[in-house]
Structure formats: C-alpha cells, structure tokens
C-alpha cells in the first residue's frame, strides 16, 4: 500500500518547483535590472521583480534543505516500520528458512531502507534539476536560436554520459549493499558463538572468515568511485565547453546589436542552469544508491506470508495432536520423516532421542513455528494451517530452554500470569528482590538461565491453552527446583495434552507414552517402561542424558 503524502513530503513538493521556477526567472529578471541600470529601461520595477524573486528563491532553497532530509527520514521510519511488520508476519513456520540469514536482515533493515528512503527527495530533486536545465535551453531559444543551437551541441554526448553511468553504477550500488550484508551476515554468526569462539582459541581464524568479503567491497567501492570521477571531469570539461560555445555566440550576437547587453547577462545565466544538467553525478549517485536499496527491500516484501486461517477448534476438545504423513526439508536433506503420529488428547508424551533425531522440529509443528514440507498437523481433528492466528495462539503454549521476553516491564512479558503462576514456576522469590518488582523495566533485568526458564514457565501457565509443549524448558534449573516445578506444572496442566522434549529418564519415566525419534523417524511410540527392555534405546537414552549435562 502506497504511504500517504505528508507535510514534508508536500513541502519538498512545493518548494523544489518553485526553487526550480524562480532560478529560471532569475536570468531574465536580471537582464531587466542591468537593462535598467544602463537607462535602457529606466524605473524600479525591475529592482524590485529582481529583490522579490531573489527572496522567494531563498525561501524556497531553505526550505526544501529542510523537507528533504526530513522527508527521507519519515520514509526511511515508514519503510523500516514496513519491514519489520512484514518479517513478524512471515512468522517461524519456515518462509524465511531459505531466505537471507539473520545478518543479511539486520542489513536491509537498517542500511538498504536507509538508502531507499533517500528515493523520493533523491529523484524530485534529479528531476527538478533537469527540468531547470530544459527551461533554461528554451530561455536560450527565446532570446536567440542560435544560443539554443549552440547549447544542442552539448547535449546528446551528456545524455550519452547520464546513461552510462546510470547503466555501470547501479549494479555496482547493489553489489556492494549485497557484499556488505554478507559481512554482517558473518559478524553476527561470529558474536552469536563468541563464547565458543574464546575457548577455542580461534579468534584469528573467526576474524579471517568474518572479514573476507573485505577485498570484494574494496573492490566495489573502488569501482563505483572510478565511475563517479570519470563523470565528474568529463561533466566538467563538457560544461565548459557549452558554456563557451553559447558565450561565444551571445558575444557575437551582441557585436551586431541581436542581444541587448542584459540579454548576454540572461545568456550567461541560462547556459550555466542548462549546464548544470550534466553536473548532476551526486544526485545521480543518490537516485542509484535509493534503487539499489529499494531493490534489496523489496526482495523481503516479495516473500509472501501465509493465509491467515479463520477456523476454530471444537469446543470440549482434549488437545489431540495428529501428524500424517509429516516430511521436513532443508534443501534436498530431509531432517524429520516420513512420519506419522498421534498425541492421546489429554496425555504426555516424551520426545526422546539423540541430538539431531528431529525433537525440537517435532515440537515446533503444532504452533506453527515450523510448517511441514509434506504432511499435515492437526489438532482435535482441525488442520493447524487452517486456525485463525488468534486462535493457535491460544491453543498452543511453549515454554524453551532459553525464552524471550516481549515487552517493556516484566508485567508485560508475563501478561496473562499472576503471583499464582509465578510462584508455581518458583519465579515469585526473585521477583520479589527486584527493585520495581513486577514494573521493572525489562532492560534492567540481568537473569540467570534458570531465573530466565522460571519466567517461561510461569508464562506458560498463564496460557488457558489445550497443547502445552516444554522444549528443554527446566535444563537450566537444579534438580530440587526442577522436581518442584515439574509437580506444579503436572497440576496446573493436568487433563491438557503435553509434549516434553527429555533429556533425563525421569521425565520419560512420568509420561504416559515415549515418542523415540532416530535420524528423524519415529522408531518406537509406547511406555518408557516397555521401551527401556531395549537396548539402543537406553543407549540412547544415556547420550541425551550426557548432551543435557554437558550443554
């Protein structure tokens, strides 16, 4: 949908017009003053026409130096605003999974929208420059043909030169927003594992990888700036040859008594504004660098989210998770299936397996936080594609090893939990000690992973929802805590279904069925008690067990 017009918009609109009328009638009302001024045209009237239009052009230049970095920044706002609405409404479900990495993003979010918002002042103000120049060439024509004739001697070779540089920059623009997003991409792997990256001693080999792209966006730029300083002297040499060659012939024009002495003045004048055309390498610059941005920005817009659904869940439901014939991708690797299952409404069901079995994928289906590539998700007999977003919400709650907090305060973050929900998830001591408590300021928590678990989880309660799923959600909590918050979330989801990802055999031990996941199938659904007479699956068991202590 196109951003409506607003009063900087409006502003830059209007002033760069009349900047653009009054500098071309500047010439001519000069030519009138100097006229006067040699007792041609004896009166005031010309002063005062050359005071009043040296007046409005002022005004008007001062005003569209103000809307225009204006205008690009409510567009920049607004284009941003866009994005970031856009990605949300893609969601986790997989539309980005094959998209630009997380780096690439943050690029196009904050440098490619940054030079798309320049496109609207970047091309009126191109535009404005060129109609100014074509005014000009007919004020040569008014005063004399030959002044506009000579003039035309300029022009087709600065139209050749627009053109070229036109053709060699933007390419050049959209490799080098393309190499830096690259850069980005790799700078924000290499913080996200800093840790990792410290401990093994390998910041001289995370500094090379990360800085690679650095030879082709020299390159890039060398590039682009060769382009731009090739335009500049060859505009430049090209004015002054049109400069000359209209010089000239108002000179000679003169001689014979064509032009009146102001008419040279006016000559002067209007030759430097029509020149002036092939002076504009800058603005071109910008008009290429806002289409390269754009270019990168639309890419993201062209990644169409999903229908939103408009069915609901029958009432009375038990929370029956069902997947047929489910299959998940990444490229030609399949990571889950094919795999059939079914969760008993009202039942608990443990995901077991070793690291890379598919548990996590599994547990992401019923929210929609992952869309199978093949197959189908249901819950209570409904398609989950099919749910309006409302209404998933609700019906399926997660709790993760490591959750984010959404909001200014930690009220908002546990919007729908109160002190019962907290104290269930043990989260109600430490907010206690908070400085504000509740209305603390999410930046100015500083939460331990446990502490940060408890929040989740205390969520997560306050969600009235019929699908409950703990992705590794009580890892970072000790055995004591964690035993106390498993028997008051047992009660608070109690006759709700629930799927737990386990990592210690206790918590298989207390689900009603064991999921057993092995390189992304379904080996074995049944008690962990029938389960543990096999083999692999305590060896599996053990290694889950291992990866959980040492994560």
Not at 192 to 220: C, K, Y
Request: glycine letters at 12%.
């Amino acid at each position: 949908m196109p951003r409506r017009p607003t009063s900087w918009t409006l502003a830059l609109g209007i002033a760069l017009p009349v900047e653009a009328a009054t500098t071309l009638a500047l010439p001519a009302v000069l030519a009138a003053a100097v006229d006067a001024a040699l007792g041609h045209r004896p009166g005031p009237g010309a002063f005062v026409r050359l005071a009043l239009v040296l007046g409005v052009a002022a005004a008007a230049n001062a005003t569209a130096a103000a809307a225009g970095p204006a205008c690009s920044a409510e567009a920049t706002a607004a284009l941003r605003g866009r994005l970031v609405r856009h990605l949300l409404a893609l969601g986790p479900g997989g539309r980005l999974r094959h998209g630009p990495p997380p780096g690439d993003l943050a690029a196009r979010l904050l440098g490619s929208a940054g030079d798309a918002g320049g496109r609207l002042p970047a091309v009126l103000g191109a535009a404005t420059a060129l109609l100014t120049s074509a005014g000009a060439i007919v004020g040569l024509g008014l005063l004399s043909p030959w002044l506009a004739l000579a003039f035309f001697a300029g022009v087709v070779p600065g139209v050749v030169l627009i053109r070229l540089f036109l053709r060699e920059a933007g390419p050049v623009f959209a490799r080098y927003q393309a190499v830096q997003a690259d850069l980005a991409a790799r700078l924000s792997d290499a913080l996200t594992g800093l840790r990792s990256i410290h401990a093994a001693g390998a910041e001289q080999r995370e500094a090379a990888r990360v800085l690679a792209p650095l030879p082709e966006l020299s390159a890039a730029g060398h590039a682009l700036w060769a382009a731009q300083r090739r335009t500049a002297w060859q505009a430049t040499l090209l004015i002054a040859v049109v400069e000359v060659a209209v010089l000239a012939t108002a000179g000679a024009l003169l001689a014979r008594g064509a032009l009146a002495p102001g008419a040279l003045a006016a000559a002067a004048g209007w030759a430097a504004l029509g020149a002036g055309l092939f002076e504009q390498v800058e603005a071109l610059v910008g008009v290429a660098h806002a289409r390269a941005g754009q270019g990168r920005a639309d890419e993201l817009l062209a990644l169409r989210p999903p229908e939103p659904g408009t069915a609901t869940l029958p009432a009375g439901g038990r929370g029956e998770v069902v997947l047929r014939g489910v299959v998940m991708r990444d490229n030609d690797r399949v990571l889950l299936g094919p795999l059939d299952l079914t969760v008993p409404g009202g039942r608990t069901v443990a995901l077991v397996g070793r690291s890379g079995s598919g548990k996590s994928l599994l547990a992401a289906l019923p929210g929609r936080l992952r869309d199978p590539d093949e197959g189908t998700v249901l819950i209570d007999g409904v398609p989950v594609d099919t749910l309006a977003p409302a209404e998933l919400r609700h019906a399926v709650g997660y709790a993760f090893a490591r959750p984010a907090l959404v909001g200014r305060t930690v009220r908002d973050a546990l919007a729908g939990a109160g002190p019962a929900e907290a104290a269930a998830a043990r989260a109600d001591g430490f907010l206690r000690r908070l400085p504000r408590g509740w209305d603390t300021p999410l930046d100015d928590l500083r939460l331990s992973g446990g502490e940060l678990q408890r929040l989740g989880l205390a969520r997560l309660l306050g969600q009235p929802a019929r699908v409950v799923v703990l992705d590794d959600a009580t890892s970072g909590l000790d055995l004591a805590t964690e035993y106390q918050v498993t028997e008051a979330l047992d009660r608070a989801t109690l006759g709700r279904t629930r799927l737990v990802i386990a990592h210690r055999a206790g918590v298989a031990a207390r689900a009603d069925l064991v999921a057993w996941l092995e390189a992304g199938r379904l080996r074995a659904l049944a008690p962990h008690t029938t389960l543990l007479t096999d083999p692999d699956y305590r060896a599996a068991l053990s290694d889950t067990t291992l990866q959980a202590a040492t994560a």
